[in-house]
């Protein structure tokens, strides 16, 4: 089989052939009626897609691993809406296959690269901090290298939303500017607290999270969470910038209080105008980014309707968008007009009722 991957996850369709080699992200060993079968997650830069290898294949595979990569062959099909391979061969590569692979062809990274990201984020903060305290405190936690580097390659969740390398930083770039947006709308806010809170918001990610072809938790991410993280990293930082303690306990609560509930993982709920902001600014860049990523992945056919959502529990559906030139729902002539500009057509004025006709 050809080593060299031709084929990703979001050009396969219902019916396709599938012939290529993924990354395997999950693999679960299930019983069924005529014996064990894999069931796997398999994983590109472009995605990823359920696939089952059945008996007797599967019995020749008797431990599979995520991280591994799988060349594969066999056919898409649809379940309830679902799409994903019924696998008739499989070989998992060597390590000797895998150093022929362009290994960025597995790992699914934002369009935007994170140069262009951290330098739009550094302008922000240069155009908003005018109390130098806080602009002494973030850009000298943004030029840490260690946050740099991570802050640049961390995703920004495991599953759900900007999970690829960039996503973190992605995440935080717009959560920062639709603030700022906010700000604007309601001048009262006050702004610099709510950029710092923004910037640093889930910086913890970029340490509770691995990256890469397997995408899970790590052991500080687990025992200590994003936002206790997040909060040790630029401590440091936070207790020389000159900050008055008011404005410093400010920023934490920001921090503390951005998930918005407690169930939902925020140690404390959000108190202030900022804190609210923060956390709605928070959830809509999430779940724009999940809908943007659901429409993307899935052809919904003449229904516009995707398969049940666990993370937002219900079906989501895609209207029809309003067209943005009329001449696209009604041609380039959307009403008969005569020469003159204010006498019907003949074509037109044939319809109309005479006195004759009363």
Same mark, same amino acid.
Not at 92 to 109: H, K, N, R, Y
């Given at each position: ?57 599967? &019995? &020749? ?123 604007? &709308? ?5 702004? &610099? ?166």
């Amino acid at each position: 089989m050809d080593l060299k991957k031709i084929q990703f996850i979001r050009d396969i369709s219902n019916n396709d052939e599938v012939l290529s080699i993924f990354a395997i992200t999950q693999a679960t060993l299930a019983q069924a009626r005529n014996g064990p079968y894999w069931r796997l997650e398999l994983s590109d830069m472009t995605g990823s897609i359920g696939a089952k290898a059945w008996s007797p294949l599967a &019995q &020749q595979f008797p431990e599979i691993a995520a991280g591994q990569m799988l060349a594969v062959k066999g056919r898409a099909s649809t379940y309830r809406d679902i799409l994903d391979v019924n696998i008739e061969h499989m070989r998992i590569l060597s390590p000797d296959d895998i150093a022929e692979l362009d290994m960025g062809d597995f790992v699914a990274a934002s369009e935007q690269h994170p140069d262009d990201m951290y330098t739009d984020l550094l302008a922000l903060c240069a155009s908003v901090f005018t109390y130098t305290p806080w602009l002494t405190f973030v850009e000298s936690a943004l030029a840490d290298e260690e946050i740099s580097i991570r802050f640049k390659s961390a995703i920004g969740a495991k599953n759900v939303h900007h999970a690829y390398l960039g996503g973190l930083l992605e995440h935080t770039l717009s959560v920062a500017q639709l603030c700022m947006k906010l700000c604007d &709308q309601y001048p009262e806010l006050d702004r &610099q607290v709510l950029l710092a809170g923004a910037i640093f918001h889930d910086i913890g990610k970029a340490w509770e999270l691995s990256a890469g072809l397997v995408k899970d938790y790590t052991d500080e991410g687990r025992l200590i969470g994003h936002i206790n993280i997040g909060l040790e990293k630029v401590e440091p930082y936070l207790a020389v910038s000159g900050l008055p303690v008011e404005l410093q306990m400010h920023f934490k609560h920001l921090i503390l209080g951005h998930h918005g509930q407690r169930e939902w993982g925020s140690p404390v709920l959000p108190a202030t105008a900022e804190a609210l902001v923060l956390h709605y600014a928070d959830n809509i860049d999430a779940k724009l980014a999940q809908l943007r990523g659901l429409f993307s992945d899935f052809e919904y056919g003449d229904t516009g309707w995707t398969p049940y959502q666990n993370t937002l529990g219900r079906f989501i559906f895609k209207p029809k968008m309003t067209p943005p030139d009329p001449r696209q729902f009604f041609g380039e002539n959307p009403l008969p007009t005569s020469p003159e500009g204010d006498v019907p057509p003949p074509e037109f004025s044939a319809g109309i009722p005479s006195d004759d006709d009363f």
